[in-house]
Every structure is written in structure tokens, then in C-alpha cells.
């Protein structure tokens, strides 16, 4: 079995298997939550973003990776991890919270489709190998880490109940 053929089997089996299990045990729970309690949970697991810097460590990553890839994908996992820790801090300032929620899925999706589009212009599948020890990234993370910004938009997007409007204080009539 090729290289390419290995990478791409572990990608595609690494969102088959998140699927199965968000769709058995996370999205029930989070579909039912506070919207801001949904929001909170999904930006802790981004919060640990910060681990793509992971990509600059000489050593870790093969040399013949291209270079152009490592640093954008390093850069921003780190971007949108930070911006997942702000949201976390700004809980308690909800329209503050809601612009570092909006801003870490924005950023965060966007670095996940970009590194995709990159890694296949760069031939990624078939050097999989020069990924070192962050293969596991792009096989076990990053499908987990897409799946919850999908979500994060539903949630962000789907009308948010009345009774949850009332209890976070946005009704407009008192």
C-alpha cells in the first residue's frame, strides 16, 4: 500500500470514526446546552491549538517536508488557539465572548481548509512520513477539531429558543 493511499485510508477512517462517536455522545448533549455553555465546551478543546507550534521544533517534522507548509499550519493552530483562550476569558462579557467565538471558528476553519488545499498542492499524501511525529495530527486532531467548528456554526447560526434569550438577559421586551 502506498504512502498516499495509507494517509488518506487514516484521514478518512479518523472522520468516520469522530462522526460515529459525536453523533452517539457529544452532539445530543451539546445540541441541548445553553448556547453559551456549547460554545464554552467546543473553545476548550480549541484552546489546546497552541500544540501546532509543535510544527517549528527542528527534529520533529522530516526535512524534506516543504517548507512552506509547516509554518502556516504551525501559525495558525496558534492564532486560533489564543483566540479560543480569550473566548474562554471573556465568558462573563457576552458580546465579547461571542465576537472570540465567532473569530476562533472563523480563523480556525479557515487554517484547517487552507492546510488541506496547501498539503495537496505540496503533495502532502505521498510524504506523509516527513510529518514526523505530528502525523498524528491531521489523522486524529484535526478531524475532531473540523467537526467541532461545523457545529460551532449550527450552533452560532440555529435561532436560539425563548426561554434561553430570557434566561441570558437578550429579550428585548421586559
Known sequence: MSTATVFWT?????????????SAYVWPKLKTMDWVESQRAIAT?????????????PGVIG????ASFAPFAAYGDFATGVLAILALLTVRMRPVFSLFVIAFNVVGAADILIDYFHGNQVGLAAIAGQLGA??????????LLMITHIAAF????????????????????A
Do not use: K, M
Open 10 to 22: 487514516h484521514l478518512v477512517l479518523g472522520y468516520v470514526a469522530w462522526l460515529l462517536l459525536w
Open 45 to 57: 478543546l480549541h484552546s489546546f491549538r497552541f500544540f501546532g507550534l509543535v510544527f517549528l521544533l
Open 63 to 66: 526535512p524534506n517536508l516543504p
Open 134 to 143: 505530528t502525523y498524528w495530527i491531521p489523522i486524529l486532531y484535526v478531524p
Open 154 to 173: 449550527y450552533l452560532l447560526l440555529r435561532p436560539q429558543p425563548q426561554t434561553a434569550r430570557i434566561l441570558n438577559g437578550n429579550e428585548a421586551t
